[in-house]
Protein backbone atom coordinates (compact mmCIF):
# COMPACT_ATOMS: atom_id res chain seq x y z
CA UNK A 1 0.00 0.00 0.00
CA UNK A 2 1.20 3.49 -0.51
CA UNK A 3 2.13 5.27 2.32
CA UNK A 4 0.38 8.94 3.10
CA UNK A 5 1.48 11.59 0.93
CA UNK A 6 1.53 15.35 1.61
CA UNK A 7 1.89 18.66 -1.03
CA UNK A 8 4.00 20.49 -1.31
CA UNK A 9 6.72 19.29 0.88
CA UNK A 10 7.97 23.01 1.27
CA UNK A 11 6.58 26.08 1.60
CA UNK A 12 7.91 29.98 1.87
CA UNK A 13 5.36 32.50 2.25
CA UNK A 14 5.05 35.86 3.58
CA UNK A 15 2.97 37.53 6.55
CA UNK A 16 -0.80 38.00 5.46
CA UNK A 17 -0.71 35.39 2.92
CA UNK A 18 -2.76 32.21 3.29
CA UNK A 19 -1.81 29.03 2.21
CA UNK A 20 -3.00 25.39 1.59
CA UNK A 21 -1.80 21.85 2.38
CA UNK A 22 -2.60 18.48 0.97
CA UNK A 23 -3.03 15.14 2.53
CA UNK A 24 -3.52 11.80 0.33
CA UNK A 25 -4.44 9.22 3.68
CA UNK A 26 -3.61 5.72 2.89
CA UNK A 27 -6.01 3.82 0.76
CA UNK A 28 -9.04 2.83 3.12
CA UNK A 29 -8.34 4.91 5.82
CA UNK A 30 -11.24 7.47 6.56
CA UNK A 31 -9.84 9.11 9.50
CA UNK A 32 -7.16 12.55 8.41
CA UNK A 33 -5.09 14.49 11.44
CA UNK A 34 -3.47 17.11 11.25
CA UNK A 35 -0.58 18.01 13.64
CA UNK A 36 1.76 21.34 13.67
CA UNK A 37 5.42 20.58 15.00
CA UNK A 38 7.42 23.23 16.73
CA UNK A 39 10.63 23.22 18.59
CA UNK A 40 9.27 24.88 20.90
CA UNK A 41 5.20 23.13 21.45
CA UNK A 42 6.71 20.16 19.98
CA UNK A 43 3.88 17.93 18.01
CA UNK A 44 0.16 19.39 18.95
CA UNK A 45 -3.02 18.28 17.34
CA UNK A 46 -5.01 20.42 14.90
CA UNK A 47 -7.83 18.47 13.68
CA UNK A 48 -9.31 15.38 12.45
CA UNK A 49 -11.36 14.58 9.74
CA UNK A 50 -13.73 11.65 9.01
CA UNK A 51 -15.84 11.36 6.71
CA UNK A 52 -15.88 14.71 5.72
CA UNK A 53 -16.95 15.53 9.00
CA UNK A 54 -14.36 17.36 11.75
CA UNK A 55 -14.28 15.09 14.54
CA UNK A 56 -12.20 16.67 16.97
CA UNK A 57 -10.07 19.80 16.89
CA UNK A 58 -7.01 21.27 18.94
CA UNK A 59 -6.73 24.42 20.77
CA UNK A 60 -5.48 26.61 17.25
CA UNK A 61 -7.45 30.11 16.53
CA UNK A 62 -9.89 30.56 13.26
CA UNK A 63 -7.64 31.05 11.09
CA UNK A 64 -6.82 27.48 10.71
CA UNK A 65 -8.77 25.22 9.19
CA UNK A 66 -9.41 22.24 6.92
CA UNK A 67 -11.55 19.85 4.79
CA UNK A 68 -11.98 16.71 3.78
CA UNK A 69 -13.37 15.57 0.62
CA UNK A 70 -15.39 11.99 -0.35
CA UNK A 71 -11.75 10.50 -1.41
CA UNK A 72 -10.70 10.92 2.09
CA UNK A 73 -7.97 13.28 0.76
CA UNK A 74 -7.71 16.08 2.92
CA UNK A 75 -6.70 20.10 3.09
CA UNK A 76 -5.80 22.22 6.00
CA UNK A 77 -5.56 26.45 5.23
CA UNK A 78 -3.81 28.89 7.21
CA UNK A 79 -5.17 32.29 7.02
CA UNK A 80 -3.38 35.68 7.53
CA UNK A 81 -0.14 33.67 8.28
CA UNK A 82 1.99 34.69 11.11
CA UNK A 83 5.63 34.03 11.58
CA UNK A 84 4.68 32.40 14.47
CA UNK A 85 3.13 29.68 12.09
CA UNK A 86 6.32 28.29 10.25
CA UNK A 87 6.35 24.65 11.61
CA UNK A 88 6.39 21.24 10.28
CA UNK A 89 2.76 20.31 9.61
CA UNK A 90 2.36 16.39 9.20
CA UNK A 91 -0.62 14.48 8.44
CA UNK A 92 -1.61 11.21 9.79
CA UNK A 93 -4.29 8.92 8.68
CA UNK A 94 -5.86 5.96 10.65
CA UNK A 95 -8.24 3.00 10.17
CA UNK A 96 -12.23 3.81 11.47
CA UNK A 97 -12.19 0.76 13.57
CA UNK A 98 -13.56 1.86 16.85
CA UNK A 99 -10.74 0.30 18.68
CA UNK A 100 -7.49 0.92 16.55
CA UNK A 101 -5.96 4.05 17.08
CA UNK A 102 -2.67 3.65 15.22
CA UNK A 103 -1.88 6.24 13.26
CA UNK A 104 0.31 6.65 9.70
CA UNK A 105 2.28 9.67 9.43
CA UNK A 106 3.03 11.46 6.13
CA UNK A 107 6.73 13.13 5.77
CA UNK A 108 5.06 16.37 6.06
CA UNK A 109 4.82 20.05 5.03
CA UNK A 110 7.71 22.26 5.93
CA UNK A 111 6.14 25.74 6.26
CA UNK A 112 8.51 28.94 5.87
CA UNK A 113 6.81 32.20 6.86
CA UNK A 114 9.09 35.41 6.19
CA UNK B 1 -6.87 16.10 31.40
CA UNK B 2 -4.40 13.01 29.72
CA UNK B 3 -0.81 13.76 29.17
CA UNK B 4 2.31 11.98 28.74
CA UNK B 5 6.20 12.91 30.48
CA UNK B 6 9.28 12.34 28.46
CA UNK B 7 12.76 12.13 30.10
CA UNK B 8 14.56 15.61 28.89
CA UNK B 9 16.76 14.95 26.00
CA UNK B 10 19.10 14.87 24.04
CA UNK B 11 20.86 11.71 24.95
CA UNK B 12 24.23 11.25 23.19
CA UNK B 13 25.52 7.30 23.38
CA UNK B 14 28.16 5.13 21.93
CA UNK B 15 27.58 2.48 19.47
CA UNK B 16 26.65 -0.66 21.31
CA UNK B 17 25.48 0.97 24.14
CA UNK B 18 22.14 0.51 26.33
CA UNK B 19 19.40 2.55 25.80
CA UNK B 20 16.15 3.59 28.13
CA UNK B 21 14.09 6.61 27.57
CA UNK B 22 11.49 6.91 30.39
CA UNK B 23 8.15 7.96 29.54
CA UNK B 24 4.80 8.10 31.80
CA UNK B 25 1.64 8.97 31.39
CA UNK B 26 -1.41 9.96 33.07
CA UNK B 27 -4.61 8.61 31.57
CA UNK B 28 -8.25 7.64 32.39
CA UNK B 29 -8.30 4.18 31.88
CA UNK B 30 -5.68 1.69 30.01
CA UNK B 31 -5.22 3.08 26.64
CA UNK B 32 -3.01 2.18 24.04
CA UNK B 33 0.25 2.98 24.23
CA UNK B 34 3.22 3.74 21.33
CA UNK B 35 6.40 5.05 20.70
CA UNK B 36 6.87 6.94 17.52
CA UNK B 37 10.52 7.86 15.96
CA UNK B 38 11.58 10.39 13.51
CA UNK B 39 14.61 10.20 11.45
CA UNK B 40 16.09 13.75 11.03
CA UNK B 41 14.05 15.35 7.41
CA UNK B 42 10.94 13.06 8.02
CA UNK B 43 7.81 12.18 9.49
CA UNK B 44 6.81 9.88 12.20
CA UNK B 45 7.19 6.27 11.88
CA UNK B 46 5.21 3.70 14.48
CA UNK B 47 8.03 2.44 16.12
CA UNK B 48 6.46 -0.01 18.74
CA UNK B 49 2.71 -0.31 20.47
CA UNK B 50 1.21 -2.08 23.43
CA UNK B 51 -2.86 -2.31 23.56
CA UNK B 52 -3.30 -3.36 27.23
CA UNK B 53 -1.05 -3.31 30.68
CA UNK B 54 1.24 -6.13 30.76
CA UNK B 55 1.54 -6.09 26.95
CA UNK B 56 5.37 -6.02 25.54
CA UNK B 57 5.82 -4.22 21.98
CA UNK B 58 8.82 -4.92 20.32
CA UNK B 59 10.42 -4.03 16.67
CA UNK B 60 13.73 -3.74 15.20
CA UNK B 61 15.50 -4.80 18.67
CA UNK B 62 13.51 -2.00 20.51
CA UNK B 63 11.02 -2.90 23.42
CA UNK B 64 8.68 -1.25 25.86
CA UNK B 65 6.51 -2.58 28.46
CA UNK B 66 3.19 -1.23 29.41
CA UNK B 67 3.04 -0.82 32.94
CA UNK B 68 -0.26 -0.31 34.59
CA UNK B 69 1.10 -0.24 38.30
CA UNK B 70 4.02 2.56 37.49
CA UNK B 71 1.84 4.25 34.33
CA UNK B 72 4.88 3.95 32.28
CA UNK B 73 5.91 2.68 29.13
CA UNK B 74 9.96 2.93 29.07
CA UNK B 75 11.80 2.44 26.03
CA UNK B 76 15.02 -0.04 25.58
CA UNK B 77 17.61 -1.36 23.57
CA UNK B 78 19.96 -3.69 24.31
CA UNK B 79 22.58 -2.40 22.19
CA UNK B 80 22.46 1.04 19.95
CA UNK B 81 23.14 1.90 16.34
CA UNK B 82 24.09 4.86 14.81
CA UNK B 83 21.16 4.44 12.16
CA UNK B 84 19.11 4.46 15.45
CA UNK B 85 19.73 8.62 16.03
CA UNK B 86 16.28 9.76 15.95
CA UNK B 87 13.90 11.91 17.91
CA UNK B 88 11.66 9.04 20.00
CA UNK B 89 7.92 10.30 20.54
CA UNK B 90 5.26 8.34 23.45
CA UNK B 91 2.00 8.74 22.66
CA UNK B 92 -1.16 7.71 23.56
CA UNK B 93 -4.38 8.38 22.20
CA UNK B 94 -7.02 11.16 23.52
CA UNK B 95 -10.49 9.62 23.80
CA UNK B 96 -12.33 12.50 24.88
CA UNK B 97 -13.15 14.00 21.84
CA UNK B 98 -12.79 11.08 19.15
CA UNK B 99 -10.20 8.37 18.64
CA UNK B 100 -8.26 10.75 16.17
CA UNK B 101 -5.54 11.92 17.86
CA UNK B 102 -2.60 11.50 19.68
CA UNK B 103 -0.87 13.43 22.83
CA UNK B 104 2.56 12.97 22.74
CA UNK B 105 5.14 13.80 24.55
CA UNK B 106 7.78 16.39 24.05
CA UNK B 107 10.16 14.25 22.33
CA UNK B 108 13.93 12.74 23.37
CA UNK B 109 16.80 12.95 20.75
CA UNK B 110 18.99 10.42 20.66
CA UNK B 111 22.51 10.61 19.30
CA UNK B 112 24.37 7.43 18.46
CA UNK B 113 28.29 7.97 17.97
CA UNK B 114 30.51 5.48 15.98
Known amino acids: KAGVTQTPRYLIKTRGQQVTLSCSPISGHRSVSWYQQTPGQGLQFLFEYFSETQRNKGNFPGRFSGRQFSNSRSEMNVSTLELGDSALYLC?????????????FGPGTRLTVL | GDSVTQMEGPVTLSEEAFLTINCTYTATGYPSLFWYVQYPGEGLQLLLKATKADDKGSNKGFEATYRKETTSFHLEKGSVQVSDSAVYFC?????????????FGKGTKLSVKP
Open chain 1, 92 to 104: ASSSSRPSYNEQF
Open chain 2, 91 to 103: ALPYYGGSQGNLI
